[in-house]
């Protein structure tokens, strides 16, 4: 009989939370991985239980409407998970984002079976910075068995400090075999750097395109794809762009995730200058599309923030500097321009390396595996 999990998301969109997917997939063939999503927008498919039969879909962004509903309807959700559980011999709860723990709470104070919480981003610091009482939500999950995962050192130092015993928190290496090929590039001008992330604060384009502005625009390309998450942050980027006359820059839409392999193919680093927003919303773990990269034989332009260095070194698969440094990014990118095609390849070279053990060994399932099994 295989080990059962019930998974708890919010929404279930693999086509923007396609690691959430990845992640399940790695340990599919050993686990029955049954998923109750408060938010239906893509069918759940197979190898997939969806934990709500003929469940309505709805569209993305969610309205106000659907999140009315479910609020109303949330008593009943947490009695229609209970009963799910005992009928289908569920061995194991698994929360994705802190959040929703919190939501859910009565699932980990009142069943008995196995309660793991996984933090991915927000859930870290952003929200007890907007609530105080968060931290003390997490602790008391924590007095009620529930176990936690995270991305690496930082987080996990993280949670220690809230209380949490050191004990109970796992580390699981977000690291995914992607089918594509490497395409390695001849470094030339200009230099084409690729970021695809959301239009935030705290992913650090601002910084990007100010260290830009110190170079002719025949040295670097910048492309940048994603959602708006803040217009404000998104129509300050513009001005930027207007006021440095950054005519080498493109901000573009959402693309989908094939289109994110096709981009990345046809750059020279992959960029993502991650830090702490003024409102403390911060990466929590380290970005997948950064470990995604590197396996296309592309190199990592990022910073020291949560989880990065665990995997990123800097001179070895990538150039690391202070997040929200101006003048540190401005000194990385010069190390760019004079980085001769040796230099670069072997750059290229050791960034698959880094990613080809954790891949090859799977760490990234046996860690998962660990968690539920132990």
């Known amino acids: 009989m295989s080990y059962k999990v019930l998974h708890i998301v919010d929404v279930w969109l693999p086509e923007t939370m396609n690691w959430l997917e990845a992640l399940l997939n790695l340990s599919s063939t050993e686990v029955d ?35 009315l509903k479910h609020y109303f309807n949330s008593r009943t959700a947490i009695d229609h998970i209970k009963l799910y559980c005992m009928r289908h011999s569920i061995d194991c709860i698994h929360f994705h984002f802190g959040n929703i723990a919190i939501e859910f709470s009565d699932l980990i104070y009142d069943l ?34 529930a176990e936690f995962i995270v991305e690496g050192s930082y987080s996990k130092l993280l949670l220690q400090k809230y209380g949490i015993p050191i004990q109970q928190i796992h580390v699981v290496h977000m690291m995914f075999q992607r089918n594509f090929s490497q395409k390695r590039l001849p470094l030339s001008r200009p230099i084409v750097l690729t970021q695809i992330a959301t239009y935030t604060e705290k992913k650090g384009q601002d910084v990007l395109l100010m260290a830009l502005s110190h170079f002719s625009k025949n040295e670097f390309t ?151 099994y132990s």
Request: aromatic letters at 12%; hydrophobic letters at 35%; one cysteine or more.
């Open 222 to 372: 910048l492309r940048c794809f994603g959602e708006i998450a803040n217009s404000e942050y998104y129509n300050s980027l513009v001005r930027l762009i207007d006021l440095h006359q950054l005519d080498n820059v493109r901000l573009n839409g959402k693309i989908s995730f094939d289109q994110v392999y096709k981009e990345l193919s046809g750059c020279h680093f992959c960029v993502n200058l991650s830090k702490v927003s003024a409102e403390v919303d911060t990466e929590g773990g380290c970005p997948v599309i950064l470990k995604d990269a590197v396996q296309m034989g592309k190199p990592i332009l990022s910073t020291k923030h949560c989880d990065i260095p665990d995997f990123f070194v800097s001179g070895y698969n990538s150039f690391i500097v202070q997040e929200n440094n101006i003048e540190a990014t401005i000194q990385m990118l010069n190390r760019l321009v004079l980085m001769t095609q040796k230099d670069y390849q072997r750059l290229c070279y050791q960034g698959v390396e880094s990613a080809e053990w954790p891949l090859r060994s799977e760490l990234s399932k046996k860690e998962m595996l660990t968690v539920y």
């Open 33 to 67: 991985h049954h998923i109750y999503s408060k938010y239906l927008v893509t069918d759940i498919s197979k190898p997939f239980i969806s934990a709500i039969e003929n469940q309505e879909k709805i569209k993305y962004p969610i309205s106000l409407k659907d999140k």
């Open 112 to 145: 008995s079976l196995k309660r793991i919480v996984s933090f991915y981003g927000y859930d870290y610091e952003f929200l007890p910075a907007r609530d105080s009482s968060i931290v003390s939500k997490y602790s008391r999950l924590a007095q009620y068995g």
